[in-house]
Nanobody, 126 residues
Framework: QVQLVESGGGLVQGGGSLRLSCATSGRTFSFSSYAMGWFRQAPGKEREFVATISWSGRSTYSADVVKGRFTISRDNAKNTVYLQMNSLKPEDTAVYYC?????????????????WGQGTQVTVSS
């Protein structure tokens, strides 16, 4: 059974920072073979793409709305992917989900990803 567990969410003032982590596990899950991504879903809105990182970590891509503020990274030795979020804005408030893509390169669409975590709440106050 594959598990993705997000952590690091919470309440932060606008302009502040948070670092999300997503720890993965599973006997049949080879983390270093999967691209990883972060998505978010605000109340009443569709789940949207935030950032993705290739299996090696050499290639990353972020949504325009977070570019320059959020950074995705991974540690293949720890089977963990991270999302460093700086200069947070109230509109960043959402549940943040990590996901794993078997294609190794990731993507911006939900259908690119095979496994999902349960999410962690991020709330940014004004």
């Amino acid at each position: 059974q594959v598990q993705l567990v997000e952590s690091g969410g919470g309440l932060v003032q606008g302009g502040g920072s948070l670092r999300l982590s997503c720890a993965t596990s599973g006997r049949t899950f080879s983390f270093s073979s999967y691209a990883m991504g972060w998505f978010r879903q605000a109340p009443g809105k569709e789940r949207e793409f935030v950032a993705t990182i290739s299996w090696s970590g050499r290639s990353t891509y972020s949504a325009d709305v977070v570019k320059g503020r959020f950074t995705i990274s991974r540690d293949n030795a720890k089977n963990t992917v991270y999302l460093q979020m700086n200069s947070l804005k109230p509109e960043d408030t959402a549940v943040y989900y990590c996901a794993a893509a078997g294609n190794g390169i990731g993507g911006t669409q939900r259908d690119d990803y095979h496994y999902w975590g349960q999410g962690t709440q991020v709330t940014v106050s004004s």
